[in-house]
């Protein structure tokens, strides 16, 4: 049992480039989420999805996009990367089952763009 | 606007002796208030929650109060180990349930021998 997992863990773009962050999780959630954290900051909410087929927009959801084509996996799209969403990635998954619907979070993805 | 403040951005204390951190908010809608741990090149994990309708809520060495009327959580965590070191999140959860958690931007407890 992984939990929850991030491919890559690390990756450096040039502004412009396009890449994918891969999300995977393995305990039969229902809802996943996409986050990003900057220094001296919180979490902040980019798209998070309730359910296979379904996305929806967060707090910072400008240039990125999101797909949710299998439950098990969450995909970040960034379009043409810009030096702002330098950042570190968390992806995490959560199921109404627990008491409140405490999120698990994957080990992050750490994306630097020159 | 920040919805959820946690002011002391660093917290140092001594091993065995208790460590509380706090939290405060601003939005009346949040229904579960969630404190998450970090170390280092990690994701959050999940540590304790508390409903808004309980004022206090214990784990262990880990006991969460909330004071509605204030605004305002507390994290107490009493002995403090060395384990214990690593940046503690408040977060809160609005009633939709399934929509994600707001953060706050972390305290970094110190536990010294």
């Known amino acids: 049992n992984a939990g929850v997992t991030q491919t890559p863990k690390f990756r450096v773009l040039k502004t412009g480039q396009s890449m994918t962050l891969l999300c995977a999780q393995d305990?039969?959630?229902?809802?996943m989420y996409w986050y990003r954290q900057d220094p001296g900051m919180g979490l902040r909410l980019i798209h998070y999805?309730?359910?296979?087929?379904?996305?929806a927009k967060g707090e910072v959801p400008d240039g990125y996009n999101v797909s949710r084509l299998k439950k098990q996996n969450f995909l970040l799209g960034l379009e043409s990367a810009a030096p702002s969403q330098t950042s570190v990635y968390f992806c995490?998954?959560?199921?109404?089952?627990?008491?409140?619907?405490?999120?698990?979070f994957g080990p992050g993805t750490r994306l630097t763009v020159t | 606007d920040q919805q959820v403040k946690q002011n002391s951005p660093s917290l140092s204390v001594q091993e065995g002796r208790i460590s509380i951190l706090n939290c405060d908010y601003t939005?009346?809608?949040?229904?579960?208030f969630l404190w998450y741990k970090k170390y280092p090149a990690e994701g959050p994990t999940f540590l304790i929650s508390i409903s808004s309708i309980k004022d206090k809520n214990e784990d262990g060495r880990f006991t969460v109060f909330l004071n509605k009327s204030a605004k305002h959580l507390s994290l107490h965590i009493v002995p403090s180990q060395p384990g214990d070191s690593a940046v503690y999140f408040c977060a809160a959860r609005g009633r939709g349930g399934a929509d994600g958690l707001t953060f706050g931007k972390g305290t970094h407890l110190i536990i010294q021998p």
């Open positions: 999805s309730v359910g296979e087929g379904t996305t």
């Open positions: 939005n009346s809608m949040f229904d579960y």
């Open positions: 995490a998954s959560s199921w109404e089952g627990g008491t409140a619907y405490e999120q698990y």
């Open positions: 305990m039969n959630h229902e809802y």
